[in-house]
C-alpha cells in the first residue's frame, strides 16, 4: 500500500489569489495523478504524470498546472484562482505491477 | 465511448440486511476493475481489482464479482462501519474511467 501525502487538506482563498496544492509519495511510483472530484459526483483525471519531466493533461479540462521534477512529489499550481475552482482534488500514484491507484487524503478547495 | 455506471445511488440497510451493488461498464478493453470505499472527506481506499469475467474476491463482509458486462459487490451481514461510498472503476487504455458511486448506509 502506498504511503501518499497531501498538503494543505483544507484551504480557503480570494478570488485571483496564486495557489499551490502539494502531493508527496514514498513508494517510489513512477505515475502519479491529480483528479477532481465534486460532491457526489465521479472522479475526473486532471492531470497524470510517467515519471520525471512527464506530465499530461487528463479528460477534464483544467486551468491548473503541474510539474514532475523529482519522482515523490508532483504539485498542482492554479496561477489566479476563482469559484469555479472550488472542489475537492485528490493526488494518487499507482503500483506499477497491478496498475492500482493509491489515493491520499485529498485537498478541500473553497474560492471565495 | 466507455463509460460505467453504479446502481443504486443510494442504498439504506439495516444492520445485518445483506444486499449488492451494481457496476456495469462499456469499455473498449478491459485491463482491470477496481472498486473502492470512500469515506466523507477522504481519498478513496483500495478495496479490490478482478481482471477476467468469473473472478471472485473477497475480504471480511465484502464480496466483489465479475462478467463481461459488470460487477457486483456483495455485502454480508453489513455492519454500520460499513457506511460509505462505494465506487467502481475500469482501466481503459491509459486511465480510469470512475462510475459515481454508491453511498451505502447502515443503520444499527
Known amino acids: 500500500e502506498a504511503d501518499i501525502y497531501q498538503t494543505p487538506r483544507y484551504l480557503v482563498i480570494g478570488t485571483g489569489k496564486k495557489i499551490t496544492l502539494e502531493c508527496s509519495q514514498t513508494?517510489?511510483?513512477?505515475?502519479m495523478y491529480w483528479y477532481q472530484q465534486d460532491p457526489g459526483m465521479e472522479l475526473h483525471l486532471i492531470h497524470y504524470?510517467?515519471?520525471?519531466?512527464?506530465?499530461e493533461k487528463g479528460d477534464l479540462s483544467s486551468e491548473s498546472t503541474v510539474s514532475r521534477i523529482r519522482t515523490e512529489h508532483f504539485p498542482l499550481t492554479l496561477e489566479s484562482a476563482r469559484p469555479s475552482h472550488t472542489s475537492q482534488y485528490l493526488c494518487?500514484?499507482?503500483?506499477?505491477?497491478?496498475?492500482?491507484?493509491?489515493f491520499g487524503p485529498g485537498t478541500r478547495l473553497t474560492v471565495l | 465511448e466507455d463509460q460505467v455506471t453504479q446502481s443504486p445511488e443510494a442504498l439504506r440497510l439495516q444492520e445485518g440486511e445483506s444486499s449488492s451493488l451494481n457496476c456495469s461498464y462499456t469499455?473498449?478493453?478491459?485491463?482491470?476493475l477496481f472498486w473502492y470505499r470512500q469515506d466523507p472527506g477522504k481519498g478513496p481506499e483500495f478495496l479490490f481489482t478482478?481482471?477476467?469475467?468469473?473472478e471472485e474476491k473477497e475480504k471480511e463482509r465484502l464480496k466483489a464479482t465479475l462478467t463481461k458486462k459488470e460487477s457486483f459487490l456483495h455485502i454480508t451481514a453489513p455492519k454500520p462501519e460499513d457506511s460509505a461510498t462505494y465506487l467502481c472503476?475500469?482501466?481503459?487504455?491509459?486511465?480510469?474511467?470512475w462510475g459515481a458511486g454508491t453511498k451505502l448506509i447502515i443503520k444499527p
Open positions: 478482478l481482471y477476467s469475467a468469473g
Open positions: 469499455v473498449s478493453g478491459l485491463r482491470g
Open positions: 504524470s510517467y515519471g520525471v519531466n512527464s506530465t
Open positions: 513508494m517510489g511510483h513512477d505515475k
Open positions: 494518487a500514484s499507482s503500483d506499477p505491477g497491478t496498475d492500482t491507484q493509491y
Open positions: 472503476a475500469v482501466f481503459s487504455n491509459y486511465q480510469l474511467i
